[in-house]
């Protein structure tokens, strides 16, 4: 078992991958999932906020009157001087971030232009550029002058005073909202679901990296010489690099589950009320890790370094987890063409396998036949992978690189 222990030597000898992508992102996973369960704070009272804002009204008419009666209401007027030198302090200062400026004759203009349909005079506004509040309220003054058109529109013979007052009266009616708040905790049996979903991102990523790793060290040229010339038969070789990967499979899997028992997502309680339900999500888990595994032997047939072998696996990693609808909350969310996409992803199926279980109405077998079907695509595309891994090491072995008869000829 020389080789077997050789290898898991190779993977323990760079623990910043177990740490990073196993654990580091599982307790993030947590985290996140445990969030979920937190639970809900009071509600409060929505409360507009103030807006501080000055006016310098050079007109004194009603419309003018009226729009800074207006302006009183959405925010709190400040008292500035109406000279340049004090506009210039106040916007240099922030200490009103909005300034609107009524030249005067603007009531009378304003009124004259609509009644006879002529685009209404301008303004002059000083908006600070640190702060929000002077693009809304330009929209709040915006808000006011098309109420005050249309009022005028509509009662053409009125006193500028009275279409003022409904102008003001129609630029404050605000659509009707109350607070929403859910009254309950998301229970347990929903936040596990969502943890081992999660958790298919630190299995893909830590599996995959960790066999890429152990397998590209026994592919390198003069290495793969002296395997093939020591007594060790390559099939014996081989089987205990995959017993190595096996473990490291299973390790990863099995500190996923340990995970899922922390109170913070309340998957004990599972255990403890739904062993059922919980063992099968654990099981779908297990089969998964096989997709990943076999993604890091593809990989390794390549020869790649270590650099590319990491960035190839957090380009599959997150490309999984996007695809499949997991990041977005599930494949309730994929329409058309995305939907399609994800029935070609092996993390879609693993989450329908996760959705069957807790959609199952009991565990007979008719109940859990679409788990049994999801998981079943799980290992076709796990053998796929494999697979095609097979056919690249076939042809690798056959170049001048490889030891192989290639090496010979060239030799």
């Known amino acids: 078992m020389h080789v077997f222990r050789t290898a898991l030597r190779m993977v323990f000898r760079s623990p910043v991958y177990l740490v990073v992508y196993v654990v580091l992102f599982s307790l993030i996973g947590l985290v996140v999932t445990g969030s979920l369960g937190a639970a809900p704070t009071p509600a409060q009272e929505f409360q507009a906020p103030t807006r501080p804002l000055a006016v310098i009204d050079r007109d004194q008419s009603a419309v003018s009157q009226g729009l800074t009666a207006f302006l009183s209401q959405r925010g709190t007027l400040v008292s500035l001087a109406d000279d340049t030198r004090t506009l210039q302090n106040a916007m240099a200062e922030n200490a009103v971030p909005y300034i609107l400026i009524i030249p005067a ?33 330009d929209q709040e003054v915006n808000g006011y002058l098309n109420a005050l058109r249309l009022t005028a529109l509509a009662n053409p013979g009125a006193a500028a005073s009275v279409l003022a007052q409904q102008a003001e009266g129609v630029a404050l009616l605000r659509a009707p ?30 599996v995959t990296v960790l066999i ?24 014996a070789m081989n089987l205990q690099i995959a017993a190595s990967s096996l473990v490291i499979m299973v390790m990863t899997w099995a500190f996923n589950c ?11 309680q599972l255990w403890a009320t739904n062993p059922a339900s919980a ?21 390794s047939q390549f020869g790649l370094k270590e650099a590319a072998i990491n960035g190839l696996v957090n380009i599959v990693a997150l490309s999984m ?33 996760i959705d ?52 010979a000829d060239v030799a």
């Open 105 to 137: 004759g603007y009531g009378a203009d304003f009124l004259a232009a609509a009644a006879s349909g002529t685009p209404a005079p301008a303004l002059q506004s000083i908006v600070s550029v640190e702060a929000i509040t002077g693009v809304l309220m």
């Open 177 to 206: 909202f109350s607070l929403v708040q859910a009254s309950d905790q998301i229970n347990p049996a929903n936040l596990l679901p969502f943890y081992f979903k999660w958790a298919s991102y630190p299995m893909t990523a830590g």
């Open 212 to 235: 890429a790793m152990s397998f590209t060290s026994f592919q390198a040229g003069e290495l793969r010489r002296r395997n093939l010339a020591a007594p060790l038969t390559p099939t």
């Open 258 to 268: 340990l995970m899922a028992l922390l109170p913070i997502i309340g998957g004990w």
């Open 279 to 299: 063992a099968l999500i654990a099981l779908a888990a297990l089969v998964f890790v096989f997709v990943p595994l076999a993604i890091g032997f593809l990989f």
């Open 321 to 353: 987890m996007f695809l499949s609808g997991i990041m977005m909350g599930g494949s309730d969310y994929l329409k058309g063409p995305m939907l399609t996409v994800a029935h070609f992803i092996p993390s879609y199926w693993y989450s329908e396998a």
């Open 356 to 407: 069957a279980v807790v959609a199952a109405p009991g565990f007979s077998l008719a109940a859990l036949a679409p788990y049994f079907q999801s998981l079943g695509m799980v290992l076709l595309f796990a053998l796929a992978i494999f697979s095609v891994a097979l056919l690249v090491g076939r042809l690798r072995t056959q170049t001048a690189t490889a030891g192989g008869n290639t090496a």
